[in-house]
């Protein structure tokens, strides 16, 4: 089993790096830790499915402080949390869920409650989709705020139902405000509402800044992929809004090319509303499908640096966006001399990426810091400033 995370692409100041990394190796080793050696044989057991190891991954990162997801998320202009979350494998089912909020719990327990980690409940509308309706029904891909918070509930009182242990936690709202994001959010808001004339606008940093949008992807040798993504969304949001993170197609991707050996798996950060207008992981999935031909190699640095090229900075540009963010998380599984071969590819557009990777036999995760190299910010020109790097992960 391979596993690869991200914490956001943005600007990561060295001062958090340490945090960081701390977060995605964790995220890592949660992933695999269902996905090791079974026994003295050194045979390994293959308890998770990559959708698990995805979503087991990024429940990590939801619960970490530093990072724009769960409990780290950015409040909306109400000060409230509005969290989305999607998920994928390579068979193309799907789940999402988007503006996950505080709602009113199940009749007879009263209160308020909010969805500790979004990516869960994104999983369980994946797991329903599967499951034929009685009526011939439609499975939704994508539930929203109060729709979520309901489904959440039938499910839990499913699980309590049937003793099942895999419930969709629910928490009281406060707690999922994490005292970072509450003082950003007060410094912001002060900002935008001009209530003080001794606010130090002398700040560097930028509202757009504070990103961290996570993700991860996924594979198991011999069988399929998986990707998923989980953001609080930009600071000072409309409540309401949706981001990449919660839309098919946007925040995340999972594709089998079948009679290729070819898989890939991507998971995206950014701006959501740039990152949503092009459709940019399911592009990714359209341009390598053009690019597998019998026999021929494929060129994923080609191929990355042409989409976000062509479907997401050009148009950004041309719409007025001075700095269009994003940030590229992908897996790609190809057969080499009849044997699958895994590589991670990163691109991103802003000053850094932050990543970790592992293995069920290399099970030590790796962290890094991606960062432009020196020189070659264009930020604020017409030149396109695209950073694109890879990493051969090793069995």
């Not at 109060?146 to 699980?159: C, K």
């Not at 898989?263 to 359209?286: F, Y």
């Not at 990163?346 to 290399?362: G, L, V």
């Given at each position: 089993?391979?596993?690869?995370?991200?914490?956001?692409?943005?600007?990561?100041?060295?001062?958090?790096?340490?945090?960081?990394?701390?977060?995605?190796?964790?995220?890592?080793?949660?992933?695999?830790?269902?996905?090791?050696?079974?026994?003295?044989?050194?045979?390994?057991?293959?308890?998770?499915?990559?959708?698990?190891?995805?979503?087991?991954?990024?429940?990590?990162?939801?619960?970490?402080?530093?990072?724009?997801?769960?409990?780290?998320?950015?409040?909306?202009?109400?000060?409230?949390?509005?969290?989305?979350?999607?998920?994928?494998?390579?068979?193309?089912?799907?789940?999402?869920?988007?503006?996950?909020?505080?709602?009113?719990?199940?009749?007879?327990?009263?209160?308020?409650?909010?969805?500790?980690?979004?990516?869960?409940?994104?999983?369980?509308?994946?797991?329903?989709?599967?499951?034929?309706?009685?009526?011939?029904?439609?499975?939704?891909?994508?539930?929203?705020?109060?729709?979520?918070?309901?489904?959440?509930?039938?499910?839990?009182?499913?699980?309590?139902?049937?003793?099942?242990?895999?419930?969709?936690?629910?928490?009281?709202?406060?707690?999922?405000?994490?005292?970072?994001?509450?003082?950003?959010?007060?410094?912001?808001?002060?900002?935008?509402?001009?209530?003080?004339?001794?606010?130090?606008?002398?700040?560097?940093?930028?509202?757009?800044?504070?990103?961290?949008?996570?993700?991860?992807?996924?594979?198991?040798?011999?069988?399929?992929?998986?990707?998923?993504?989980?953001?609080?969304?930009?600071?000072?949001?409309?409540?309401?809004?949706?981001?990449?993170?919660?839309?098919?197609?946007?925040?995340?991707?999972?594709?089998?090319?079948?009679?290729?050996?070819?898989?890939?798996?991507?998971?995206?950060?950014?701006?959501?509303?740039?990152?949503?207008?092009?459709?940019?992981?399911?592009?990714?999935?359209?341009?390598?499908?053009?690019?597998?031909?019998?026999?021929?190699?494929?060129?994923?640095?080609?191929?990355?640096?042409?989409?976000?090229?062509?479907?997401?900075?050009?148009?950004?540009?041309?719409?007025?966006?001075?700095?269009?963010?994003?940030?590229?998380?992908?897996?790609?599984?190809?057969?080499?001399?009849g044997k699958p071969s895994a590589r991670l590819w990163c691109a991103f557009t802003t000053p850094s990426m932050a990543i970790?990777?592992?293995?069920?036999?290399?099970?030590?995760?790796?962290?890094?810091?991606?960062?432009?190299?020196?020189?070659?910010?264009?930020?604020?020109?017409?030149?396109?400033?695209?950073?694109?790097?890879?990493?051969?992960?090793?069995?």
């Amino acid at each position: 089993m391979y596993i690869a995370v991200h914490g956001g692409a943005g600007i990561h100041s060295y001062t958090r790096e340490k945090e960081i990394k701390h977060a995605l190796r964790s995220a890592c080793r949660e992933g695999l830790k269902n996905h090791g050696p079974s026994d003295s044989s050194n045979q390994i057991s293959f308890n998770s499915t990559p959708l698990d190891v995805v979503s087991d991954a990024i429940a990590v990162l939801e619960d970490d402080p530093h990072l724009n997801a769960g409990y780290g998320s950015n409040l909306t202009l109400n000060g409230t949390v509005e969290c989305d979350a999607a998920i994928m494998d390579g068979h193309s089912t799907f789940g999402s869920v988007g503006a996950v909020s505080e709602a009113n719990g199940s009749p007879g327990r009263g209160g308020l409650i909010g969805v500790k980690n979004p990516i869960r409940l994104a999983r369980a509308i994946l797991d329903y989709s599967k499951v034929p309706d009685s009526l011939g029904r439609i499975p939704p891909l994508t539930l929203v705020s109060e729709g979520a918070h309901s489904f959440a509930v039938s499910e839990n009182t499913r699980h309590e139902q049937e003793q099942a242990t895999n419930a969709i936690e629910t928490v009281p709202p406060e707690s999922m405000i994490s005292p970072k994001a509450k003082d950003e959010w007060t410094k912001w808001k002060a900002r935008l509402d001009h209530i003080s004339s001794d606010i130090d606008m002398s700040d560097p940093t930028s509202l757009t800044d504070i990103q961290d949008t996570v993700g991860a992807v996924a594979y198991r040798i011999g069988d399929t992929v998986a990707a998923g993504v989980s953001s609080g969304g930009i600071l000072l949001k409309h409540p309401g809004r949706l981001g990449e993170a919660a839309i098919f197609g946007a925040g995340c991707w999972a594709q089998n090319f079948p009679g290729s050996g070819t898989q890939i798996a991507c998971s995206i950060s950014g701006a959501g509303e740039h990152v949503v207008r092009s459709m940019l992981a399911r592009e990714i999935g359209n341009c390598f499908s053009l690019a597998i031909v019998p026999g021929g190699d494929i060129d994923a640095h080609d191929i990355l640096h042409t989409v976000v090229l062509e479907k997401f900075w050009i148009p950004c540009r041309e719409r007025g966006v001075v700095a269009p963010d994003v940030g590229i998380l992908l897996l790609l599984v190809e057969q080499i001399e009849g044997k699958p071969s895994a590589r991670l590819w990163c691109a991103f557009t802003t000053p850094s990426m932050a990543i970790a990777y592992a293995s069920s036999s290399r099970s030590k995760p790796a962290a890094q810091i991606l960062r432009r190299p020196q020189g070659s910010d264009a930020q604020g020109t017409n030149k396109p400033h695209i950073f694109i790097t890879a990493i051969p992960l090793v069995r």
